[in-house]
């Protein structure tokens, strides 16, 4: 099948398959690829067979990533050498003396950073690896005990080797699943009444593998790979600031409220509130929309003020002083209700 299809196999002779009856290793599993992944690809095979008679079979892929996993290493500003950091800055004025600002600006902080990168070390570009909560330092010792008793059995594999690697193997089994037991009563015991919403979902997610303290965000831009955060923003702008809309910017339920028993009063304040705003609106670049300004005047009985008659270019819309019959109603005021946009 493999000279017909054209494959290449990619195994080299490791024995990856135990044998449990007879106790002997073969070489079962094949892995086979396409010509083309043939000089990228190295074969190899686990040690360990992680409770199986297979053992783990491990293809890699040498090929450069057009998307490189890895994150943006930080100044660790707590472990930093001040002192060399200020010898090594040392700026002076014919540094920035007649250059342009731009240039002088450059010179400048390619200074600082060359000093940063000396006297401050940097975080790994490496991606976090989380650590089980429920591994504590005897399921360590009894791994370790039990991987020992394996490589005992896998040199020398002996009816008294076998053995001690099944027993190796069931106390190391026993204590992870205990401390996993012990570790999920522990946390979920934390989770009470009184925690907020946001905590227990919080640690739900983390229940479930979903963390968000070491998410990484990559942007692809003319086949390049973006992975700052101040160029991803940057490219992002730039692409809203491309499809935009030119319009109206609608500002609505702007409220004027006045109350009193005299009418005159009221309307004169409501004209002054009118007349600041409608000032600042024309300095900002907004009007008011006289189709949809409205004045409403509520009043406990009817006919008891005249309306408020309010000026804004052409007389603004009134509407009709609508009835009160209700007795706890203590209104006595004028509700002036305003939609600016520009």
Not at 131 to 153: H, I, M, V, Y
Not at 215 to 241: H, P, Q
Not at 258 to 282: H, P, T, V
Request: proline share 5%.
């Amino acid at each position: 099948m493999i000279e017909d299809h054209c494959l290449c196999l990619l195994n080299n002779g490791q024995n990856n398959y135990f044998h449990e009856p007879t106790r002997s290793f073969h070489a079962l599993d094949l892995a086979i690829c396409s010509p083309s992944l043939l000089p990228f690809s190295t074969f190899s095979v686990g040690n360990y067979p992680y409770n199986n008679d297979h053992f783990p079979i491990l293809v890699s892929i040498t090929r450069d990533r057009k998307f490189p996993m890895s994150r943006v290493p930080h100044f660790i500003l707590t472990r930093a050498d001040w002192e060399l950091f200020s010898s090594l800055t040392e700026i002076t004025e014919e540094m920035v003396k007649d250059v342009p600002i731009d240039d002088a600006v450059k010179v400048v902080t390619d200074v600082i950073i060359q000093a940063a990168t000396v006297s401050i070390p940097k975080t790994s570009t490496k991606l976090p690896k989380y650590s089980k909560p429920w591994c504590n330092r005897e399921c360590q010792d009894t791994l370790k005990q039990q991987r020992k008793a394996w490589g005992f059995f896998h040199k020398h594999p002996t009816l008294s080797n076998r053995i001690a690697f099944k027993k190796a193997k069931a106390v190391a089994r026993s204590v992870r699943g205990k401390s996993q037991r012990d570790s999920w009563m522990s946390y979920v015991s934390e989770i009470t009444s009184s925690m907020s919403s946001k905590r227990v979902w919080e640690r739900v997610r983390k229940a479930c593998g979903l963390y968000r303290d070491h998410t990484l965000s990559f942007l692809e831009k003319d086949c390049r790979v973006i992975s700052a955060s101040e160029e991803i923003a940057n490219v992002i702008g730039e692409n809203f600031a491309a499809v935009s809309v030119s319009g109206s910017l609608y500002v609505d339920d702007l409220q004027i409220n006045c109350f009193g028993g005299d009418m005159r009063y009221i309307e004169r304040q409501l004209q002054i509130a009118i007349n600041r705003i409608q000032k600042w609106s024309g300095k900002q670049g907004f009007v008011f929309s006289k189709e949809k300004t409205v004045c409403v005047h509520f009043c406990k009985k009817r006919g008891l003020h005249p309306e408020p008659q309010l000026c804004d270019g052409p007389t603004v819309k009134q509407l009709e002083v609508p009835p009160w019959e209700n007795p706890q109603i203590e209104l006595l005021n004028v509700f002036e209700h305003l939609d600016k946009n520009k």
